[in-house]
């Protein structure tokens, strides 16, 4: 008897609740199991008793001091508990539309706007919440309407300063003028003390507290999530407030948000973890929406205890159990964790006061490295990536920082969900407009590519390059890999060819190199030798014939005149140079520009000098992108690094050259004259309507390990 009684204690499952309401619900739900499960089952691990703390943070101590076992968080409370404190998260609440949340902005003046909040006051749904903290101010600090010091944590200066009063629920302890607006009961005794609290107790804790705080006329805009917006009946007399400066009627949400993140989940320690998932899943079995005995108790609504979203949101379709060994990440999604480090949830390190560029070879680590010892603004760190969608994996896993893509690659960075930081500017003068230090234009040159044979190949020209041999500069590059399909290459591809330019290319030629493709389009490739060895194919400017030059070395051939092409697909804007440091960087002697003729779209051939007539197509400019939090610490970095280039101009590293390193465009293209700020623009507007279209178009049927991996939707896949 003394064992049985034992057993029952150590099984018993003691979930935290941070009001009356919730310790009532929760009694129910226990009253509930007691009286429709088997004695043993209740025995095993279905016994709950309910523990009362002052708020969800005090939960989080108590099941760290083994004093209650789980508690329902918040996602950026979740983060929080398992990184700092060692807890496991065992289950995520989906909700109708998956399990993500949208962050919406919520005033009554029609008058206001996203861009002037500054000395408003605020109601958010928590400190350090996905949607009431997390992403307005990952917003604000990406469009620098924020700035933050990074001298101490954003809380206790940068955002209490920005508003002029505010209630952020869970702020009193690091930063009590974020507590002024909120309502809640305050007392010495902190068991007793509501104020600012992440408790019910707190009038306007959680969304639903933040339309209270907006409603009672206590501030001027709410930042909440949109599943509190379906409580709201005076639909007429709330606006939303959109991220291009204007309002919209509060259906709008999906078009009219701020971000999107992931939605709550249970916590418990890793010890506990087994018993607290067999509870969970009994749980939802009996009283979820499809529960059995779902007549008896509702697990998702707390309609008859007077408070909304007890225990769990009312709004949960289904509780998703988590298995062992699944990553915080996986959880809550790079983008999300990585606004939360970019937020400093994790405490300040050595990497916010770096900024790490992304290096694509060897050649560019040496470049990269010459540009940080030049510079006198924040500290350059250099890491290498084996290409550019490497650099756009590694900025989403938080592992760089940086980098400048290609047109077609800035396009999948923006289905990626990074962020444009400046765009390169190709145009004859850098003119800084009255009062500023920085160009700033939204014309934005272009340039084109073009298809380049030898002179003496009299035969080959557009129409007839079927069973030749190909050089492009690389997998995606707009010049060497988008715009060629487009044209009609042979007589056997035409209008009823696959869509897909990498299937296009195996059909018509024999072989060619196209550096990060494979098959018979990388045998012609010749990889690298000394310090740049490489495999064949590699895509990056260890493969000789990667890149613009690449593919001009491509099409002459390798010195003993095996490798070469028939037809080079490239950019024109540095084919010039290219040739002349054919001889000079040892590749081959005697080459001029006569020596060469551009192959024209429609089956004629033209000399070098007649691009603008015989050409491909339009090549947008390249774009620094980072991700979404970090846009004004690259963009300053940048700033300062120009600056300090240009007041040196005999320095002798040059930031837009890259020739005394035997590559073209390391790091940025050797056109450029200096950056455009494009943070405020969007990917369609930097690259134009007729390439995002066509890029758009060709990706939906074409296969992309990179697409792949962003897509892996932490909203949609539990």
């Not at 939802?284 to 769990?312: P, V």
């Not at 009255?434 to 080959?460: C, I, M, Q, Y």
Request: charged share 20%; with cysteine.
């Amino acid at each position: 008897m003394f064992v049985f009684t034992c057993t029952l204690i150590t099984k018993k499952t003691r979930w935290c609740v941070v009001s009356d309401p919730e310790q009532k619900k929760c009694a129910e739900l226990a009253k509930a199991l007691v009286a429709v499960l088997p004695a043993a089952a209740v025995a095993s691990f279905a016994r709950l008793s309910c523990i009362q703390a002052s708020s969800t943070t005090d939960c989080i101590d108590r099941i760290r001091g083994n004093r209650a076992d789980i508690v329902s968080l918040d996602a950026g409370e979740l983060y929080s508990a398992v990184k700092q404190f060692g807890l496991v998260t065992i289950a995520k609440e989906i909700y109708r539309d998956g399990g993500c949340v949208l962050s919406v902005a919520v005033v009554r003046n029609n008058s206001l706007d996203i861009r002037s909040l500054q000395g408003l006051r605020s109601c958010h749904s928590g400190v350090r919440w996905t949607a009431g903290w997390n992403l307005p101010l990952g917003f604000l600090l990406s469009r620098n309407y924020l700035s933050w010091s990074k001298e101490q944590p954003l809380s206790q200066a940068d955002v209490s300063t920005f508003f002029n009063a505010s209630c952020a629920p869970g702020a009193s302890a690091m930063a009590p003028p974020l507590c002024t607006l909120c309502q809640g009961l305050k007392s010495y005794v902190r068991q007793k003390n509501y104020h600012c609290e992440t408790s019910h107790s707190e009038p306007f804790y959680n969304s639903q507290g933040a339309l209270r705080c907006l409603r009672s006329g206590a501030g001027d805009v709410a930042f909440l999530d949109h599943l509190a917006l379906e409580s709201i009946k005076e639909n007429d007399e709330f606006r939303l407030l959109c991220t291009n400066g204007t309002q919209a009627p509060l259906s709008h949400y999906r078009t009219c948000n701020l971000g999107r993140g992931p939605g709550g989940g249970m916590v418990t320690r890793f010890n506990f973890r087994k018993v607290a998932r067999k509870f969970l899943v009994t749980a939802q079995m009996l009283f979820g929406h499809r529960g059995r005995e779902r007549q008896r108790f509702q697990l998702f609504n707390s309609l008859t205890f007077g408070e909304n979203d007890l225990l769990f949101r009312d709004v949960t379709d289904k509780l998703a159990v988590l298995p062992d060994g699944i990553d915080i990440s996986q959880v809550l999604g790079l983008d999300y964790v990585a606004l939360l480090k970019g937020l400093g949830h994790e405490g300040s390190s050595l990497e916010d006061s770096v900024v790490r560029w992304c290096c694509i070879s060897h050649a560019e680590q040496k470049k990269c490295e010459q540009w940080a010892l030049s510079i006198k603004s924040d500290p350059l760190v250099c890491v290498s990536a084996l290409s550019m969608r490497e650099c756009v994996e590694k900025i989403k896993r938080d592992e760089v920082d940086a980098v400048s893509l290609d047109a077609t690659h800035s396009f999948i960075a923006g289905k990626c969900g990074l962020a444009p930081v400046v765009t390169e500017y190709y145009g004859t003068k850098c003119v800084p407009a009255e009062g500023s230090t920085h160009l700033e234009t939204d014309v934005l040159p272009s340039l084109v590519g073009v298809a380049v044979a030898k002179r003496t190949s009299r035969n080959v020209f557009i129409g007839n390059l079927g069973g030749r041999r190909s050089c492009h500069s690389h997998m995606y590059s707009p010049a060497g890999w988008l715009l060629p399909y487009t044209h009609s290459l042979s007589l056997e591809h035409n209008s009823s060819s696959p869509c897909d330019p990498n299937e296009v290319y195996n059909q018509v030629f024999w072989k060619g190199c196209l550096p990060g493709s494979e098959g018979n389009l990388c045998k012609v490739c010749m990889g690298g030798t000394g310090e740049a060895a490489s495999k064949r194919c590699a895509e990056n400017h260890n493969e000789r014939y990667y890149g613009n030059m690449g593919a001009l070395r491509c099409l002459i051939g390798d010195p003993s005149g095996k490798s070469y092409g028939d037809v080079a697909f490239l950019e024109q804007h540095n084919l010039q140079a290219n040739i002349l440091s054919l001889s000079s960087a040892g590749w081959a002697k005697g080459w001029t520009s006569s020596d060469f003729e551009l192959l024209c779209g429609n089956g004629r051939r033209a000399s070098l000098s007649e691009w603008e007539r015989c050409n491909l197509g339009v090549v947008p400019p390249n774009t620094v992108v980072t991700r979404p939090v970090l846009t004004a610490r690259v963009y300053d970095f940048l700033m300062k690094s120009q600056e300090t280039l240009a007041a040196n101009p005999n320095t002798e590293f040059k930031l837009f050259e890259s020739q005394q390193y035997g590559e073209s465009d390391l790091l940025f293209k050797d056109a450029t004259q200096c950056f455009v700020h494009t943070s405020h623009m969007g990917y369609r507007s930097i690259l134009g309507e007729q390439f995002y279209t066509h890029a758009e178009t060709v990706f939906n049927c074409t296969h992309s390990d990179i697409l792949d991996f962003c897509n892996q939707d932490v909203c949609s896949i539990f």
